[in-house]
């Protein structure tokens, strides 16, 4: 069983001396043993180093509210005693804060993840609720870690929908953060505008141990589905091109959530949004030319970067109005369900107007395609209204929990 690698949960039992944190490390070697051959997850894996650390781990005492905790990490994340994956351009200097924190926290760094083929990283990680399926990219090795039982908490990149869209295909958790709210420093990212660390997890009480780790702003935590207004947003730009079933999916969710006291009201995103996701595009272009992403010649111009920027800045404003009159919106956190193809890297644009739009997304499982895949459904806050995400998260979660059946298992637990 999985079940027993969720955060919040291992934390209790180390501090309560029902299980130690070497226990749970040497659990976790003997999980990765025996999916790794078949998700490939893992660019770096060191048992040697893990099995030390287990017998260090066995005589201390409990440390943080993550002791014990085994976290994965994409492998464009600095970290201080792991190597780059060969042929990445990793950034350079001390661990990046995320990690860091992590550490201090207690937590365990077990490895760090494939972020596909493309960046060096050979083999593409597997989904593991089909093995013939992707993860998603770039940061699908951290989400199959984490769905796979290999760790519990796996820390992304999340540049446009990367985290969210990875989270949907695997059917777990994923969390972006509001930007700015963890230190970003560390990533090998693209755009300043748009780079955020992104959290994978068994669980949406998981992910407010992360936010007290990196000291996440307070914010209105609501206790019950009951009395929320709930706005639901099926077809943000770049839905059209998605497959229909996922937006049903997401409609009998909310169907579920009006039963249990919610209020749910349909929510279309004015024509202002309909240039986003070029503006996006362009303004990554534009800052990757600077970071040395991209081709000098694929660089946008000034004055279009200029206008991408403002078209931004304006929709920000409007979409602050349009979330102040609902607790949270819904809306698919991706297009379809995970492609046949490890190396596809999916659909997730969907995701980039709520990066360009710098607030918190978590993305909920337990909703299902006709092909029996997961589906996810984000839960989209005001900015810096990360702890009623992740609050909403969890009622939201509990009442989507699906039945066990045979397409709900992973096909390597």
Wanted: charge should be neutral.
């Amino acid at each position: 069983m999985i079940d027993d690698m969720i955060a919040s949960a291992i934390s209790r039992d180390v501090w309560a001396g029902r299980r130690s944190a070497g226990d749970i490390l040497r659990r976790t070697l003997a999980r990765v043993a025996r999916h790794e051959p078949q998700v490939a997850a893992f660019g770096h894996f060191d048992p040697a180093r893990l099995d030390a650390e287990a017998a260090a781990l066995s005589g201390r005492s409990p440390r943080g509210v993550l002791a014990g905790v085994p976290v994965a990490v994409d492998d464009v994340i600095a970290t201080s005693d792991m190597p780059p994956v060969p042929g990445l351009r990793e950034p350079s200097g001390a661990e990046a804060a995320c990690v860091a924190a992590l550490r201090r926290a207690g937590a365990v760094v077990v490895g760090k993840t494939r972020t596909g083929t493309g960046t060096g990283s050979g083999r593409a990680p597997r989904n593991p609720r089909d093995l013939d399926r992707s993860p998603g990219q770039p940061s699908g090795g951290s989400a199959a870690a984490v769905a796979a039982g290999m760790a519990a908490i796996g820390v992304a990149t999340q540049h446009g929908g990367s985290a969210i869209g990875g989270a949907s295909y695997c059917g777990i958790y994923g969390y972006m953060p509001s930007w700015g709210s963890v230190p970003a420093d560390g990533l090998n990212g693209r755009s300043p505008t748009c780079n955020t660390v992104g959290f994978f997890a068994r669980s949406a009480e998981d992910f407010t141990l992360i936010a007290d780790v990196c000291r996440i702003d307070a914010a209105p935590c609501p206790g019950s589905i009951a009395g929320l207004r709930l706005g639901l947003c099926i077809d943000p730009p770049g839905a059209a091109d998605g497959d229909p079933a996922v937006g049903e999916g997401i409609r009998r969710g909310a169907a579920r959530l009006r039963a249990a006291g919610a209020e749910i009201v349909e929510i279309g995103l004015p024509p202002l949004f309909d240039g986003l996701r070029e503006a996006y595009r362009t303004i990554r272009a534009r800052e990757g030319g600077i970071v040395g992403s991209f081709a000098a010649a694929a660089r946008p111009s000034a004055g279009s970067a200029r206008a991408a920027y403002q078209l931004a800045d304006a929709c920000r404003a409007e979409f602050d109005l349009i979330q102040s009159g609902v607790d949270a919106l819904l809306a698919p956190s991706a297009d379809r369900e995970a492609p046949i193809g490890p190396e596809d890297p999916g659909a997730i644009a969907i995701n980039t107007i709520w990066a360009l739009m710098q607030v918190p997304v978590v993305s909920v499982p337990g909703l299902c395609g006709p092909d029996g895949m997961p589906i996810g459904v984000s839960i989209i806050c005001r900015r810096d209204e990360d702890r009623t995400a992740l609050a909403i998260a969890h009622l939201v979660g509990q009442r989507l929990r699906p039945k066990p059946t045979a397409a709900a298992e992973f096909c390597c637990a």
